[in-house]
């Protein structure tokens, strides 16, 4: 398959993972809300026309043109206007009404009783955060599938390569004379393809187990358990020496210099070798942390969103490009995706392993991103349920009388700004993706 075909096959494979979590998510609401006896009317994967739909029981489920989202349709979202205000004569009077009266035509004699608002308030925040939870236990599953079934690429306790000499071991690209002095494993007897099973009675299972052994007593010498490419175990006796390494930076994977642009060194024992990698298995604790680290990352950058959206229109209208960490719409993440899929040297099995790790980060966004207090988003519907249960507390406090929900509806208008603003976000970064796109590679 030439790399056009997997670009596509990346692209397809994770716009249906896209569905498979959209669909979730709505499944998230919609199944608490059927348990507490809400009448859930629609249950739509996608926007526009409907391609195809079934009626089960007294819902209709659809799958619609454009599979960019989902919904269900839940009678009584908003209660009744109860204050001494009628809606037409507030700003916005027209909104409120429509958002109080909405779906209303699936409202039929008895219903009264199975309306959202009317839920207990715990109730209401079980229907609205299911969504986002189902999100969340869908990243820890891809992230699982990712690290723990497929695992990652990892250096081993392996020999891959034993370097003849130690100023090759500071400078990769010189050759070795016979004036070089050899490294402590060359003049040791190791060999590539040998597996060091311990140092000085202490097993070793992987290359930071054999790093922490040699370098834990500094200058002395060690006692390495060897099995041999040919099956034997042997002994062998190394004594690392004390040499000025390069220094790299982990996020750029680059040379460290100081102020002044000098290459940066540390004196540090070694041995002379370079580990084999191999795919390992993470334990599946690896996929709870990775989801955790991922929920901060993603909490961080929605803070910072205003301030990165001013820097992606600035350096779209100036010409400068864009940042690898600036926000990215599901075209960006699409690009990725096939980018991914066709990397040229990676197996079917690391294709597999970045789609499923995608899916995994756009779940925990669209975790994060739904419990932003604002409505129309399902933080939104929580924190409105918090405001009430703060409010109830105090009505019950100064003993008054409870006047009932706290009537949403009425910010039914801001809800309709945070959508627009939203759209606008999206259409924005749209654009950016495909004039400046974000590259994996």
């Known amino acids: 398959m030439n790399e056009t075909l997997w670009y596509i096959g990346g692209v397809v494979f994770l716009l249906l993972g896209i ?3 959209i669909g979730l998510h709505e499944f998230g609401h919609m199944i608490p809300a059927k348990r507490f006896g ?3 009317p629609r249950y739509a994967i996608g926007f526009g026309p409907k391609l195809f739909k079934k009626t089960i029981g007294e819902t209709e489920y659809s799958f619609n043109l454009i599979p960019l989202g989902g919904f269900i349709t839940m009678i009584g979202m908003y209660p009744p206007n109860a204050g001494s205000v009628d809606d037409s004569k507030r700003r916005f009077g027209s909104i409120i ?3 109080r009266e909405a779906h209303s035509e699936f409202i039929q004699d ?4 199975r309306m959202f608002y009317r839920l207990p308030m715990l109730k209401r925040v079980t229907v609205m955060f299911g969504g986002p939870f189902m999100n969340l236990v869908l990243a820890v599953i891809f992230f699982g599938v990712a690290f723990s079934g ?4 990892q250096e081993t306790n392996g020999v891959q390569v034993v370097v003849p000499c130690v100023s090759q071991m500071q400078n990769p690209s010189v050759s070795c004379t016979t004036q070089d002095a050899k490294t402590p494993a060359a003049a040791a007897g190791l060999r590539a393809g040998d597996l060091i099973l311990s140092v000085d009675g202490e097993r070793t299972p992987s290359a930071d187990a ?3 052994a040699i370098t834990a007593g500094g200058i002395k010498p060690h006692a390495l358990t060897i099995a041999s490419a040919n099956g034997q175990n042997r002994m062998l006796n190394v004594t690392p020496s004390l040499v000025s390494m390069p220094v790299y930076d982990r996020a750029t994977g680059k040379q460290a210099v100081d102020s002044k642009g ?3 060194t540390q004196a540090r024992p070694i041995i002379g070798i370079e580990f084999s990698v191999a795919r390992q298995q993470q334990p599946i604790s690896t996929a709870f942390e990775i989801t955790g680290q991922t929920v901060t990352s993603t909490a961080s950058m929605i803070a910072q969103l205003p301030t990165q959206m001013g820097s992606l229109i600035v350096g779209l209208v100036d010409g400068h490009g864009r940042a690898a960490d600036s926000p990215v719409s599901i075209v960006g993440i699409g690009q990725m995706a096939g980018q991914a899929a066709s990397a040229p040297n990676a197996d079917l099995l690391d294709k597999l392993a970045s789609s499923l790790f995608l899916l995994g980060s756009l779940n925990v966004a669209l975790f994060t991103f739904n419990l932003v207090p604002l409505l129309p988003l399902d933080g939104g519907h929580i924190a409105s349920v918090a405001y009430e249960a703060v409010k109830r507390a105090i009505f019950r406090l100064r003993k008054k009388p409870w006047p009932g929900p706290v009537d949403t509806a009425r910010l039914a208008p801001l809800s309709q700004a945070v959508f627009l603003a939203l759209f ?3 259409l924005i970064v749209i654009v950016a993706d495909f004039a400046s796109p974000v590259s994996m590679r």
Do not use: C, E, F
């Open 150 to 153: 497929i695992g990652t690429w």
């Open 97 to 99: 009404r429509q958002a």
């Open 38 to 40: 809400v009448l859930v």
């Open 424 to 426: 606008l976000m999206g």
């Open 110 to 113: 008895g219903d009264q009783a």
């Open 210 to 212: 054999v790093r922490a």
């Open 19 to 21: 569905m498979v979590s």
């Open 262 to 264: 000098n290459p940066i």
